[in-house]
């Protein structure tokens, strides 16, 4: 079946300007992942959703990042006033749910977003 | 707070000799221990977890909670196995998990021919 799917592959974008990302999970998965890579780093959890609510958002590094999941599928995130420093990988990924046995995370081909 | 050190950014074998990629973790509670493999322009998937106790592509790892380590081994490396390994650490609770993962900062396998 299909995977996890994200849109834009890539981002180019200015710095100040808005930008949003987004995220399909796997068909039925309740728990949704969104993680940011820099160069040279392992992946950096930021806001993991279980359905539609945010149950953890305390890696988003400052206001100007929002994430939304309304129906309990599709997610974006979303950020304001780019800067320079956000340019990095930004992974998404999904769960049949959060922790227990199930927990296995399915991650989607990220999206490489450079602010200039 | 829980982190996730893997000392070595690279690592390079010969095909057929034994590899060890390391991996450290710091966590107050018990923690979930996994290793995430991403191959040349794929993405990001699951090796094996500790829970499992399985051999995955020969690949083996314990966790050791005195030494708060679970290294990844594997006896006969091959030039399939190059790729980027990341060791991620989920906190648990009550017997559940939760849901975000911690992860090194990586280590780059290089099996040559």
């Known amino acids: 079946g299909a995977g996890v799917s994200q849109t834009p592959s890539n981002k180019v974008t200015e710095k100040g300007k808005y930008v949003e990302l987004r995220c399909d999970p796997i068909?039925?998965?309740?728990?949704l992942y969104w993680y940011r890579q820099s160069l040279g780093q392992g992946p950096e959890f930021l806001i993991y959703?279980?359905?539609?609510?945010?149950?953890?958002d305390s890696g988003l590094p400052n206001d100007r990042f929002f994430a939304v999941r309304p129906e309990g599928s599709v997610s974006t995130l979303k950020i304001q006033r780019t800067e320079r420093g956000d340019s990095a990988v930004y992974l998404c990924?999904?769960?049949?749910?959060?922790?227990?046995?199930?927990?296995?995370?399915?991650f989607g081909p990220g999206t490489r977003l450079t602010v200039l | 707070a829980q982190r996730v050190t893997q000392p070595e950014k690279l690592l390079s074998v010969f095909k057929g000799a034994p590899v060890e990629l390391k991996c450290n973790y710091s966590?107050?509670?018990?923690?979930?221990l996994f290793w995430y493999v991403q191959y040349s322009r794929q993405r990001l998937q699951l090796l094996l977890r500790?829970?499992s106790r399985e051999s995955i592509k020969g690949f083996t790892a314990d966790l050791n909670k005195g030494e708060t380590s679970f290294h990844l081994k594997k006896p006969f490396a091959q030039e399939e196995d190059s790729a980027m390994y990341y060791c991620?650490?989920?906190?648990?609770?009550?017997?559940?998990?939760?849901?975000?993962?911690?992860f090194g900062q990586g280590t780059i396998l290089t099996v040559h021919p």
């Open positions: 500790h829970i």
């Open positions: 990924a999904s769960s049949l749910a959060s922790g227990g046995r199930y927990n296995e995370q399915f």
């Open positions: 959703f279980q359905g539609t609510g945010a149950a953890d």
């Open positions: 966590y107050s509670g018990s923690p979930e």
């Open positions: 068909s039925g998965h309740t728990a």
């Open positions: 991620a650490l989920s906190g648990k609770s009550g017997g559940t998990s939760y849901g975000k993962l911690t």
